[in-house]
T-cell receptor, first 117, second 110 residues
Framework: EAGVAQSPRYKIIEKRQSVAFWCNPI?????LYWYQQILGQGPKLLIQ????????DSQLPKDRFSAERLKGVDSTLKIQPAKLEDSAVYLC???????????????FGPGTRLTVL | QKEVEQNSGPLSVPEGAIASLNCTYS??????FFWYRQYSGKSPELIMF????GDKEDGRFTAQLNKASQYVSLLIRDSQPSDSATYLC??????????FGAGTRLFVKA
């Protein structure tokens, strides 16, 4: 079974530029998550989709970040314009079950390391 | 108080010893508890999860949950240098949101 795919793996941009990340979850997984992980910290949830609906985006900086999940499968996360503090690893995860299920176990992709200069 | 707290470490143990990693959480309605291992420069990978009080064993790993004390731990028996990594505790709280701790760095000395 293929895992969660993400691209690109690395991205270097200058502040005020825009960037987009792509995620393809494990086939059949209902729930998709985008996390931001800053060095030395645990992953912080940015947005959670259930099929193609948003379940939680309370920690997404909506003035600069946007995300969508097309047809309940692939997802893109965009930052526009980027700030220095956006330098982090952006992780995509997916899970088979809906988030109300206690067995909802998340599987992570390899991540995209973003550096903002 | 942080929602999920872990000692950042580093925790250093000799090869072959038992490593004990601890995690406390604040939401009494939390229902599921996960341990992930994250090697430097890699993404988190699931080790195991637990949702009932008591112990759950999987190979060299044992997760322990005490909901009354709001405490979950991970024991690694016969620790190997390849176990050196950051261990993330994740808690699915009463609002169905999964919160990650900052992780504990484990170093196993050969």
């Amino acid at each position: 079974e293929a895992g969660v795919a993400q691209s690109p793996r690395y991205k270097i941009i200058e502040k005020r530029q825009s960037v987009a990340f792509w995620c393809n979850p494990i086939s059949g997984h209902a729930t998709l998550y985008w996390y931001q992980q800053i060095l030395g910290q645990g992953p912080k949830l940015l947005i959670q989709f259930q099929n193609n609906g948003v379940v939680d985006d309370s920690q997404l900086p909506k003035d600069r970040f946007s995300a969508e999940r097309l047809k309940g499968v692939d997802s893109t996360l965009k930052i526009q314009p980027a700030k220095l503090e956006d330098s982090a690893v952006y992780l995509c995860a997916s899970s088979l079950y809906l988030s109300q299920n206690k067995l909802d176990t998340q599987y992570f992709g390899p991540g995209t390391r973003l550096t903002v200069l | 108080q942080k929602e999920v707290e872990q000692n950042s470490g580093p925790l250093s143990v000799p090869e072959g010893a038992i490593a004990s990693l601890n995690c406390t959480y604040s939401d009494r309605g939390s229902q599921s508890f996960f341990w992930y291992r994250q090697y430097s420069g890699k993404s988190p990978e699931l080790i195991m999860f637990i949702y009932s009080n008591g112990d759950k064993e999987d190979g060299r790993f044992t997760a322990q949950l005490n909901k009354a004390s709001q405490y979950v731990s991970l024991l690694i028996r016969d620790s190997q240098p390849s176990d050196s990594a950051t261990y993330l505790c994740a808690v699915k709280n009463g609002g169905f949101k999964t919160i990650f701790g900052a992780g504990t760095r484990l170093f196993v000395k050969a």
